[in-house]
Each structure stands twice: as C-alpha cells, then as structure tokens.
C-alpha cells in the first residue's frame, strides 16, 4: 500500500510538472500573486527586503506599482489598479522611500531613484489623469531632462561618485512618456543622449556597460546579464530601431541552455564569467536567475514571444509556484522581491512605443523533451516496485 501511494503521488507530481512545463503562460495568475505582494507588504516585507540589498524596499513597491498599472492599461475598469499603484507611488515617496538616496545629487535623490519614480508616476497619469500628478510629472521630467542636458555623460549618478547605465535608461524612458501623454518638450534630450550612448558602448559586446565612470561615461565594467535584462525592457521606449539591434546582440551573448535544459541568461556573456554579488544572486553555471526573470519582461517587450513564453514556462516548473484560489507565490514566497520582478515580467508591454514585430525563435522547439523525458522516468520508477511485488504475488 505504502508503494502504491507512494507511486501515485509521485505521478502526480510529474503531470502537475509536465502541465506547468507546456501550457502557455499569460497574466491570469499575475493578479492573485500581487494579492500575495500586498499581504507582504502589510506585514513589513519592505524594509526586510531593505536589509537584502540598497534597492530593496524601492524596487518592492515600484514594481508592485508597475504591475498594477500594466494590468490597468488592459482592465475594463482599471480603479483597483490605480488605486493600488497610487498608494504603491506614495510609498516611493515618502521619506522612506527616499531615505537611502542623496538629497544633494542631481537630480535630488539620484537618477536611480528619480527615474523609476517618474515612470511609475507617468504611467499612473496614463491610466488616471489627475491635475496634481500631472504636475509632478512635469516637474520631475524637467529636472531629469535639465540634469541630462547639463552633464558631460549620458548616465547621471545613482549614488555619490557611481554611475549604471541601467538608471539613467529609465530616466530617459520616462521623458518619452511624457511626451507621448503631454505636450512633447525632451525629443532633443533623447536624441542627444541616444548619440552619446552609441559613443560609450561596452567594446567587448557593444551593448551599454554595466558600470561607468561617473565624469565621463566611459565603461568600467562590461555588460552584465542583471543590467542588460532591465535596459532592454526600457531601450524599446526610446529608441525602437537602437533598441531590436541591442536586443538580439543581447540574446545572443546571455541566452543559453545549459546542460541543454531550458533556456536561462547569464550574468556575463558567453566564454566570460565572474564573481556573483548582490544583484545577481547565485550564478549556478554562470546563470543569475533575476536576470532569467526580468528577460521575460524584455523579450515581450520586443515581440520575442517563443522566448518569453519558454522562460515562463520553465519559472511555472523551477519556480514551484503554490497556488490558491486568491493567492499566487513562488519558491513557497520566501522571496517576496523575486515575485515583484516576475509579476513585472510577465505583464511587459510598451507603453511608449508601438509593440514591435514578432521576432524569430531562438529556443530549440523540443528544449522541453529532457525536462518530460525525466518527469517519465521518475513515474516508472515510481511504479517499477509496485509492478515487481504484484509480479511476485
């Protein structure tokens, strides 16, 4: 009896496995996993996510924010989400969501900062015109667009004396935004900082640089999956054409199937590895798995569909999302920060740019088979004690 039960359960795991494996993956479960994010939230999640790293408790409520407002672009009645992606806004800022930034950078508080902030606000605005928000919108963009002009670089400083590109993406992402919602005023900026970027590429992969030196923009470290993963979420919103070159030169570097599994992104492109830290996590054969999660995002922003659709898949079956009928979390939620990222992911669309042209698969069409072929093989080895003592009785 022992042996039946235990074969049985086994054979469920696996269907369960093989289900999440192969259905196609939408927004339908991103909902209950931010009913999930909010409950965490209430209970303190965000300055437990502070202690993990300097971002932690800003990017916990930016992308619970962005979520929402990702769902609301779509919703028939978007009041629930606005709703939750204002309160999640007025976190950002609050004093403590200001609180690990520089007052005296500029723009106050850094371009880190400044920026996801001002494209949270804007995409709000989208959804809700409101006289105030609009406002502070127009404000922000001002001192984003007027930093930017001033600064012999394109990537302003996050912090005193250190500069990523990533931010300073974003930043520029959200001047675009606005001028799509309001009168446009920062087409000049873009267009300057797109021509500064293209002089300051990364030499070994000619995408932008991980790291820069904070005066004059030159690379100090190269590309790296946990950045690279974010940039071209964002790059899409400034620059369509710019972006689908950096986009399949990313895919080709940091895509890869490793032990010919299911498809992951790695921190450092191909033949390169170095050291983990606290953005990237673990780098289990050089693969981070923030930067797996966020490319999700990136790749349907881009029209990359197979790509997208496969990383979804593999997060159903290594994730182990545990379900209920009003909440969603994966890894049990012990990371309630790794669940922000995916939701995120998972609702990508432009908001700025037209939804560019499908691309081309670069996923293997049969890279599932290893991953059902084992899920076989535990089931007969599950059953192969039961059928020996029946065969004995």
Do not use: C
């Amino acid at each position: 009896m022992l042996r039946r039960i235990a074969a049985v359960v086994v054979t469920l795991i696996a269907l369960v496995a093989a289900v999440r494996l192969v259905t196609p993956q939408d927004t339908s479960g991103v909902r209950r996993q931010l009913t999930f994010l909010r409950a965490q939230l209430d209970a303190g999640a965000g300055p437990a996510a502070q202690k993990l790293f300097p971002e932690g408790y800003f990017f916990l409520y930016a992308l619970y924010g962005l979520a929402h407002v990702d769902l609301g672009r779509t919703a028939s009645d978007p009041g629930a989400d606005v709703r939750e992606a204002r309160w999640a806004l007025a976190q950002l800022e609050s004093p403590a969501g200001r609180e690990p930034f520089d007052a005296g950078l500029t723009p106050a508080y850094g371009v880190f900062y400044q920026g996801w902030t001002n494209w949270l606000r804007g995409g709000v605005l989208s959804l809700e015109p409101d006289p105030a928000l609009r406002r502070d919108f127009e404000s922000a963009s001002a001192a984003l667009a007027t930093a930017l002009d001033a600064a012999a670089t394109p990537y302003l400083t996050a912090y005193p004396g250190q500069a990523w590109p990533v931010d300073s993406t974003v930043a520029v992402a959200s001047l675009r935004l606005h001028d799509k919602l309001l009168t446009p005023r920062y087409a000049g900026t873009a267009d300057r900082w797109l021509a500064q970027v293209r002089q300051r590429l990364d030499p070994a992969t000619g995408l932008l640089p991980h790291t820069v030196d904070p005066v004059s923009g030159r690379p100090t470290s190269g590309a790296r999956g946990t950045s690279q993963s974010i940039i071209q979420r964002f790059l899409v919103e400034i620059d369509p054409a710019f972006a689908r070159a950096q986009y399949l030169r990313f895919r080709s570097l940091f895509v890869v199937r490793p032990l010919r599994l299911g498809p992951a992104v790695r921190e450092y492109p191909r033949g390169t590895d170095g050291p983990a830290d606290v953005d990237s996590g673990p780098l289990p054969l050089g693969v981070s798995l923030s930067a797996t999660a966020v490319t999700l995002g990136a790749a349907a922003v881009q029209g990359d569909g197979q790509l997208a659709g496969a990383l979804a898949n593999y997060g159903e079956l290594i994730g182990v999302p545990v379900s209920t009928p009003w909440s969603k979390r994966y890894a049990a939620g012990v990371l309630p920060i790794g669940d922000a990222f995916l939701a995120w992911s998972k609702t990508a669309r432009p908001w700025v740019a037209a939804q560019p042209a499908p691309l081309p698969g670069v996923v293997d069409r049969f890279w599932r088979l290893p991953f059902v072929a084992v899920l076989a093989l535990a089931v007969l080895l599950g059953w192969i004690p039961v059928a020996r003592r029946s065969a004995r009785r």
